[in-house]
């Protein structure tokens, strides 16, 4: 609601908090309370002419600031984490300000140099908005400053750090751009700097990049830092152990996805590091032995992505305090040590995917999420599950290793699991009824095992994602699967799968992926699968299915509808760190808080931890396209669409309808019984990069409108019945005779195969009324060759019956003919 004027009573105000309410409705002479929500605009506030503290942030309120500028006695503003937009030129004729909150807003354009007139700022916060134009030269002026934050904005340009050497307060210092072109530069010339920062932050800034990604040398001056985050830019060099050496206090040190090399160095001084994260650069070697006296308070350890190997240190069980610790993508090797598991008690997420452990699985407790996929771990899977004691278990990937045996009743006892996945393994025998206690799953995957047996004991409540392919599961598809109204994406390929694909598969209505190749499914298509509206890939080749393709498949969207990322994970870090940074200061005795430290620990991690999340669980589908099977997962999965209905037995036309599936990138219609013409409504296809309609009963010409689809690199309608000269122009002057062997009815230059003699292929009109009239012309023609034929021979028996000097000279050259031609044959 919009403020309204009801404030002109209290013309001698001069601090106000609204900030976070949920205020409904506008405001009166009532007392103003926390709890309210509070939006519109701020059109009355300038009334309020001897107003010094003015806290509105957290609300909805929206539009300009313009109704703000008669405030020219305020010395605190913070309008954070609202809805407000344009210019925020009017904020320099507030000469009085010494703080500024302006974070999480819509403003946008450059920011005015004309700001450089608060020479009092101390406080200065432009973070996640919409600014532009290049990095504000002002800022050199306001030597007051000890904030000052540009995060996740579009600023361009370059931005000299030097400018700010004489700015002695600075304590907070943060700097980045969504603009890729953007930079920061620290080494433009020799400098010391006056300030000592208790945090920093140069994400994502082409740091030094004229410089070949030099590590900021003015970090050698700096003793005092707590929080220090480099991370995402190109920086080169050895690991700065030192920088570490020379801030005591140091908490947080990020510095992933860089270019580091060589050796992971640490001081022999335990240090108190809450959070060290180096994962994604090219460090090697092994790690240090004592690594755990080194980092005795560490609660979260990244050394993902990088090139380190040898053995895992059972030293890494000092590191008590440790609640995430990840170490995948790695050359580990050997066995995991006993330590990790009983010494670190309060470890929740343990990642050692990708690298080459082996060995048995020791005994863990109190996870929440354990990732160890991809290595060469052993044992079985009753074992496995003996040896993770933990029910409060929400993710578990041992997918990829040699784990063996039955899936014992034992699974049974982790209820609330969400995402389960084991492929990948050797594990064999059936689902045991006791994995009916899984209704939490959310992802299951027992994919290129050799399981088999029914699947009736999966519960699909609230699962979005089920891979059970490449096993030896039989029977039908249990009418269980019915109860998945959540399910996104199905892949029960390469099975032994029989029966009909039922129809109440249209209930899986939010159904993506559907893979039901490669098993023993016959009957019709049913219509009913029309249903699955939202449908992207759609696979029921190797089976066999009969009759015709159902003409409603034109309803389903194959990427004509736009929807929400789902194949990708957004994953929020349930244990964030205890201790907390405020940035506060203190004026009239008001403690304005307009950045928390902690905000900046959360985006990391949620940033880092997403990646690594996704990494695991994003989901993958194999679909055959461009003569190959191909992986597709996270945002290439989302934007793939395609339908496989080859090797199967189905019969009569293809649709016309299912030219209109625009979006469609791969079809495959090969290895059937198809006849007809190639629709011209394939036109319409125009996003189509594959299409086989090979080894079917096709006649007639290939449509030249087929030129128009300029994406299309693999065409083939080889061993089929087509006639006439094959499209040359665009993409097409491409194709071979490969594409089109089989055909003794297309010729042309690209088949080496000239066109004289070859009679006029049909119509397309005639194609179109299909082989019926084809057959009645052949019979008719049979009829009247028959019918001419013995009319002819009649005539000659009636004349030389009749006609006895013609029957007589007929036997005379008869008997001449066989004398000379068989002199020795009796006539008599």
Same mark, same amino acid.
């Given at each position: 609601?919009?403020?309204?004027?009801?404030?002109?009573?209290?013309?001698?105000?001069?601090?106000?908090?609204?900030?976070?309410?949920?205020?409904?409705?506008?405001?009166?002479?009532?007392?103003?309370?926390?709890? +309210?929500? #509070?939006?519109? $605009? *701020?059109?009355?506030?300038? %009334?309020?002419?001897? /107003?010094?503290? &003015?806290? !509105? @942030?957290? =609300?909805?309120?929206?539009?300009?600031?313009?109704?703000?500028?008669?405030?020219?006695?305020?010395?605190?503003?913070?309008?954070?984490? +609202?809805? #407000?937009?344009? $210019? *925020?030129?009017?904020?320099? %004729?507030?000469?009085? /300000?010494?703080? &500024?909150? !302006? @974070?999480? =807003?819509?403003?946008?354009?450059?920011?005015?140099?004309?700001?450089?007139?608060?020479?009092?700022?101390?406080?200065?916060?432009?973070?996640?908005? #919409?600014?532009?134009?290049?990095?504000?030269?002002?800022?050199?002026?306001?030597?007051?400053?000890?904030? !000052? @934050?540009?995060?996740?904005?579009?600023?361009?340009?370059?931005?000299?750090?030097?400018?700010?050497?004489?700015?002695?307060?600075?304590?907070?210092?943060?700097?980045?751009?969504?603009?890729?072109?953007?930079?920061?530069?620290?080494?433009?010339?020799?400098?010391?700097?006056?300030?000592?920062?208790?945090?920093?932050?140069?994400?994502?800034?082409?740091?030094?990049?004229?410089?070949?990604?030099?590590?900021?040398?003015?970090?050698?001056?700096?003793?005092?830092?707590?929080?220090?985050?480099?991370?995402?830019?190109?920086?080169?060099?050895?690991?700065?152990?030192?920088?570490?050496?020379?801030?005591?206090?140091?908490?947080?040190?990020?510095?992933?996805?860089?270019?580091?090399?060589?050796?992971?160095?640490?001081?022999?001084?335990?240090?108190?590091?809450?959070?060290?994260?180096?994962?994604?650069?090219?460090?090697?070697?092994?790690?240090?032995?004592?690594?755990?006296?080194?980092?005795?308070?560490?609660?979260?350890?990244?050394?993902?992505?990088?090139?380190?190997?040898?053995?895992?240190?059972?030293?890494?069980?000092?590191?008590?305090?440790?609640?995430?610790?990840?170490?995948?993508?790695?050359?580990?090797?050997?066995?995991?040590?006993?330590?990790?598991?009983?010494?670190?008690?309060?470890?929740?997420?343990?990642?050692?995917?990708?690298?080459?452990?082996?060995?048995?699985?020791?005994?863990?407790?109190?996870?929440?999420?354990?990732?160890?996929?991809?290595?060469?771990?052993?044992?079985?899977?009753?074992?496995?599950?003996?040896?993770?004691?933990?029910?409060?278990?929400?993710?578990?990937?041992?997918?990829?290793?040699?784990?063996?045996?039955?899936?014992?009743?034992?699974?049974?006892?982790?209820?609330?699991?969400?995402?389960?996945?084991?492929?990948?393994?050797?594990?064999?025998?059936?689902?045991?009824?006791?994995?009916?206690?899984?209704?939490?799953?959310?992802?299951?995957?027992?994919?290129?095992?050799?399981?088999?047996?029914?699947?009736?004991?999966?519960?699909?409540?609230?699962?979005?994602?089920?891979?059970?392919?490449?096993?030896?599961?039989?029977?039908?598809?249990?009418?269980?699967?019915?109860?998945?109204?959540?399910?996104?994406?199905?892949?029960?390929?390469?099975?032994?799968?029989?029966?009909?694909?039922?129809?109440?598969?249209?209930?899986?209505?939010?159904?993506?992926?559907?893979?039901?190749?490669?098993?023993?499914?016959?009957?019709?298509?049913?219509?009913?699968?029309?249903?699955?509206?939202?449908?992207?890939?759609?696979?029921?080749?190797?089976?066999?299915?009969?009759?015709?393709?159902?003409?409603?498949?034109?309803?389903?969207?194959?990427?004509?509808?736009?929807?929400?990322?789902?194949?990708?994970?957004?994953?929020?870090?349930?244990?964030?760190?205890?201790?907390?940074?405020?940035?506060?200061?203190?004026?009239?005795?008001?403690?304005?808080?307009?950045?928390?430290?902690?905000?900046?620990?959360?985006?990391?991690?949620?940033?880092?931890?997403?990646?690594?999340?996704?990494?695991?669980?994003?989901?993958?589908?194999?679909?055959?396209?461009?003569?190959?099977?191909?992986?597709?997962?996270?945002?290439?999965?989302?934007?793939?669409?395609?339908?496989?209905?080859?090797?199967?037995?189905?019969?009569?036309?293809?649709?016309?309808?299912?030219?209109?599936?625009?979006?469609?990138?791969?079809?495959?219609?090969?290895?059937?019984?198809?006849?007809?013409?190639?629709?011209?409504?394939?036109?319409?296809?125009?996003?189509?990069?594959?299409?086989?309609?090979?080894?079917?009963?096709?006649?007639?010409?290939?449509?030249?409108?087929?030129?128009?689809?300029?994406?299309?690199?693999?065409?083939?309608?080889?061993?089929?019945?087509?006639?006439?000269?094959?499209?040359?122009?665009?993409?097409?002057?491409?194709?071979?005779?490969?594409?089109?062997?089989?055909?003794?009815?297309?010729?042309?230059?690209?088949?080496?195969?000239?066109?004289?003699?070859?009679?006029?292929?049909?119509?397309?009109?005639?194609?179109?009324?299909?082989?019926?009239?084809?057959?009645?012309?052949?019979?008719?023609?049979?009829?009247?060759?028959?019918?001419?034929?013995?009319?002819?021979?009649?005539?000659?028996?009636?004349?030389?019956?009749?006609?006895?000097?013609?029957?007589?000279?007929?036997?005379?050259?008869?008997?001449?003919?066989?004398?000379?031609?068989?002199?020795?044959?009796?006539?008599?």
């Amino acid at each position: 609601m919009i403020l309204k004027a009801y404030f002109v009573n209290f013309s001698r105000l001069e601090l106000l908090d609204l900030s976070s309410n949920f205020l409904e409705g506008s405001i009166d002479d009532r007392d103003l309370q926390n709890g +309210n929500h #509070l939006n519109g $605009s *701020i059109e009355d506030l300038q %009334k309020l002419r001897k /107003l010094k503290v &003015l806290d !509105l @942030s957290g =609300n909805q309120l929206n539009g300009s600031i313009e109704d703000l500028q008669k405030l020219e006695n305020l010395k605190v503003l913070d309008l954070s984490n +609202n809805q #407000l937009n344009g $210019s *925020i030129e009017g904020f320099c %004729k507030m000469k009085d /300000l010494v703080e &500024l909150g !302006l @974070s999480e =807003n819509l403003f946008s354009g450059p920011i005015p140099e004309c700001l450089s007139i608060l020479r009092n700022l101390q406080v200065l916060d432009f973070s996640h908005n #919409l600014f532009s134009g290049n990095f504000p030269s002002f800022t050199s002026n306001l030597t007051s400053l000890v904030y !000052l @934050s540009f995060l996740d904005n579009y600023l361009q340009g370059s931005f000299l750090l030097s400018t700010l050497a004489n700015h002695s307060n600075l304590e907070d210092l943060y700097i980045n751009s969504l603009r890729t072109t953007a930079q920061v530069e620290t080494e433009k010339k020799h400098w010391v700097p006056t300030f000592q920062l208790k945090s920093l932050i140069l994400r994502s800034c082409n740091l030094n990049m004229d410089k070949g990604g030099t590590f900021p040398s003015f970090l050698l001056y700096q003793k005092d830092l707590r929080f220090i985050d480099l991370s995402h830019n190109k920086l080169v060099g050895a690991f700065p152990s030192w920088l570490i050496q020379n801030n005591s206090r140091l908490q947080y040190f990020f510095l992933m996805n860089n270019s580091f090399v060589g050796n992971f160095q640490l001081s022999s001084i335990g240090q108190d590091i809450y959070h060290l994260d180096i994962s994604n650069n090219n460090f090697n070697g092994l790690l240090p032995i004592n690594i755990g006296t080194f980092l005795p308070e560490i609660k979260r350890l990244n050394l993902s992505i990088n090139h380190f190997e040898g053995d895992i240190h059972a030293s890494m069980g000092k590191m008590q305090q440790l609640s995430v610790l990840d170490l995948s993508d790695n050359f580990f090797s050997g066995e995991l040590p006993e330590q990790l598991a009983t010494n670190l008690t309060n470890l929740q997420r343990l990642k050692l995917s990708n690298n080459f452990l082996q060995g048995n699985i020791p005994k863990f407790s109190n996870f929440t999420e354990l990732y160890l996929n991809n290595n060469k771990l052993n044992g079985t899977l009753k074992e496995v599950l003996e040896n993770i004691n933990s029910e409060e278990l929400m993710i578990l990937d041992i997918s990829n290793n040699s784990i063996s045996g039955e899936i014992p009743a034992s699974i049974g006892k982790f209820s609330s699991i969400d995402i389960l996945l084991m492929a990948e393994n050797q594990l064999e025998g059936e689902i045991p009824f006791e994995f009916s206690n899984l209704t939490s799953l959310y992802m299951l995957d027992l994919s290129q095992n050799r399981l088999l047996g029914s699947i009736s004991s999966i519960i699909l409540s609230s699962m979005n994602f089920l891979y059970l392919q490449k096993n030896a599961f039989s029977g039908s598809i249990p009418f269980t699967l019915s109860e998945g109204s959540q399910l996104i994406t199905l892949d029960l390929g390469n099975n032994n799968f029989s029966g009909s694909i039922p129809y109440w598969m249209e209930k899986l209505s939010n159904l993506r992926v559907l893979l039901l190749g490669g098993n023993n499914f016959h009957g019709h298509i049913p219509i009913q699968l029309c249903q699955l509206k939202d449908i992207t890939i759609m696979d029921l080749s190797r089976n066999k299915l009969n009759g015709s393709i159902p003409s409603c498949f034109n309803n389903l969207s194959f990427g004509m509808v736009d929807h929400d990322p789902i194949f990708q994970f957004r994953w929020w870090p349930s244990d964030l760190e205890d201790k907390t940074f405020f940035y506060s200061r203190n004026l009239l005795n008001v403690s304005v808080s307009l950045y928390m430290l902690h905000e900046l620990v959360n985006d990391e991690l949620v940033f880092n931890e997403e990646l690594a999340f996704n990494e695991v669980t994003k989901t993958t589908v194999e679909f055959r396209t461009k003569n190959n099977y191909y992986s597709y997962r996270g945002r290439i999965l989302e934007n793939m669409t395609g339908l496989d209905l080859s090797s199967n037995m189905l019969t009569g036309v293809i649709p016309s309808q299912i030219g209109n599936l625009k979006k469609i990138h791969a079809l495959n219609l090969s290895h059937n019984c198809l006849s007809g013409s190639i629709p011209n409504t394939f036109s319409n296809l125009t996003q189509i990069e594959s299409l086989d309609l090979s080894y079917n009963n096709f006649i007639g010409e290939i449509p030249s409108q087929l030129t128009q689809l300029y994406s299309l690199s693999i065409f083939n309608v080889s061993y089929n019945n087509l006639s006439g000269t094959p499209p040359s122009t665009g993409q097409f002057g491409d194709f071979d005779e490969d594409n089109y062997r089989g055909n003794p009815g297309l010729c042309g230059p690209l088949l080496k195969q000239k066109c004289e003699g070859v009679a006029p292929p049909p119509s397309s009109e005639s194609n179109n009324r299909g082989g019926k009239e084809t057959t009645v012309d052949m019979e008719a023609f049979y009829w009247s060759f028959c019918a001419s034929y013995i009319t002819i021979l009649l005539g000659f028996i009636m004349v030389f019956y009749i006609n006895a000097y013609w029957r007589m000279a007929l036997f005379y050259y008869m008997g001449k003919l066989i004398r000379t031609c068989f002199p020795s044959f009796p006539l008599y």
